[in-house]
């Protein structure tokens, strides 16, 4: 078991460089298989997810590099196997498999992905979507076989801006009959950055980045070419960290307009930054006011943000609202994180969180991805020295993080036991 050992209250100087999006990479190494030939993305993190995937795609039988923070796929031996259980349960992003199959083969074979559990996550709008383009959805226990004849542009109105169902649903209409719309599509950057992969394929993507995109179906793809954007997620957290603990701290590589709710809010609260074109440089800032936060889709507050986010609450001189909207159990911290000291009561997905408290080391638990980010930040500000375990979870979305942290002055290291 791997734990995270963090000593607190170190000041951190240097340069941290932002790796790229988590949330878009997991869909474009799927959506590469796309690619009639040769598909090459730049910038991959060095995350756990990327690693899997790229089991997923040897498994599938196209050949896959991964150096330099390139990957590299060929389809040439590409084939059209189940993406059975142990693959699938790994992460979240393993149903992008379905919307590109359907585009491919037009039959799927998969079991119900993976991924933090921060909900009951169910995927419902992917599949609606996709019975709208002319497919057959049954389900055998976990697993779900989906068979389209032909696939037909449709008309597709989501409930819910969900990010996962408005990428699935493009990717199964990349090569369909007609054009497909997507009404109340998700507008996170990741999904701009998948749609122009696909159209350095070739395909047809209109609108995205807006609520309504338009994909007119294509024939034939060919190669594919991308560079990951940052990491808006990562660069959020170090941020944080930086206003706690920075002195000219500089976060490089960001891109400012993806930041912009979080930005505004940490300028609200009264953190000491400046943004220089693609660099932030950020000071411990002396007294920090309280703010509401409020997760919302983009362009709103990110949802992965938040927990990070209500563990600086605990810094800010006088109580601040933290609500999260998008998911029902991305709370599980909040206990955590009062067991360090934090005086935060928790009403369902709301918490009223009083400041500034004193954050004592300890051992805690990363219960998912974000729920981590959250006790790191914690870790890092906190007297004494604070034990993480789960750490898989942090893995997966935060690279190189031992490395980037030490190098700008934290006290920090991985511990097996
Ligand atoms: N939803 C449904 N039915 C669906 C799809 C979504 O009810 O068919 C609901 C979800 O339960 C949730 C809301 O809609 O309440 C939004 O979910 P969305 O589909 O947007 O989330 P996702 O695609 O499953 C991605 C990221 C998440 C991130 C969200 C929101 C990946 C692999 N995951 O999830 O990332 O929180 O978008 O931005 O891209 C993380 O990185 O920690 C993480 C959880």
Redesign the pocket.
């Known amino acids: 078991m791997k734990r995270l050992v963090i000593e607190g209250q170190h000041e951190l100087s240097g340069t941290i460089k932002i790796g790229g999006a988590?949330?878009s990479v997991?869909?474009l190494i799927p959506a590469a298989i796309l690619a009639e030939d040769e598909a090459t993305i730049y910038n991959v993190p060095a995350i756990s997810d990327v690693q899997n995937l790229k089991e997923i795609t040897e498994y599938l039988g196209s050949d896959i590099t991964y150096q330099n923070e390139t990957i590299k796929i060929n389809n040439k031996n590409s084939q059209n196997r189940e993406i059975t259980k142990e693959f699938s349960t790994k992460l979240?992003?393993s149903y992008y498999y379905m919307g590109a199959f359907l585009a491919k083969y037009r039959h799927v074979e998969i079991s119900f992905p993976g991924?933090?559990n921060?909900?009951?996550?169910?995927?419902?709008?992917?599949l609606k979507g996709f019975a709208k383009m002319g497919a057959k959805i049954k389900q055998d226990g976990d697993k779900y076989i989906i068979d389209a004849k032909k696939l037909r542009g449709a008309e597709i109105f989501l409930d819910?801006a969900?990010?996962?169902?408005t990428l699935n649903i493009m990717l199964a209409a990349i090569k369909a009959e007609g054009t497909t719309s997507i009404y109340n599509a998700?507008m996170?950057p990741?999904i701009v950055n998948v749609a122009a992969f696909l159209n350095s394929m070739g395909a047809k993507v209109r609108g995205a980045g807006t609520s309504e995109i338009k994909i007119k179906g294509v024939s034939k793809l060919g190669k594919g070419i991308v560079e990951v954007i940052p990491d808006r997620?990562e660069a959020g957290t170090y941020l944080m960290i930086g206003s706690l603990l920075g002195k000219n701290l500089v976060i490089e590589g960001i891109i400012k307009e993806h930041l912009e709710s979080v930005l505004t809010k940490l300028h609200e609260a009264g953190a000491d930054f400046e943004i220089k074109g693609t660099k932030i440089i950020v000071n411990k800032t002396k007294k920090l006011k309280p703010v509401n936060v409020r997760t919302l889709v983009y362009p709103g507050f990110?949802?992965?943000l938040g927990q990070p986010m209500s563990t600086l609450l605990t810094q800010c001189d006088g109580e601040s609202l933290f609500e999260e909207t998008?998911?029902e159990n991305r709370m599980r911290h909040i206990k955590h994180l009062n067991s360090m000291g934090a005086d935060i009561k928790l009403f369902d997905k709301k918490a009223i969180i009083r400041g500034k408290t004193t954050l004592k080391g300890r051992e805690v638990i990363a219960t998912d991805?974000?729920a981590g980010a959250a006790m790191l930040v914690a870790g890092m500000i906190a007297e004494g020295t604070t034990i993480i375990t789960n750490i898989e979870h942090i893995l997966r979305?935060y690279e190189k993080l031992v490395g980037k942290l030490s190098s700008v002055g934290a006290v920090i290291k991985i511990d097996e036991v």
């Open positions: 988590k949330n997991v869909a979240r992003a991924g933090c921060i909900g009951s996550r169910p995927i419902d709008f992917h819910v969900s990010v996962g169902a998700a996170e990741e997620i990110p949802t992965d998008i998911y991805l974000r979305g």
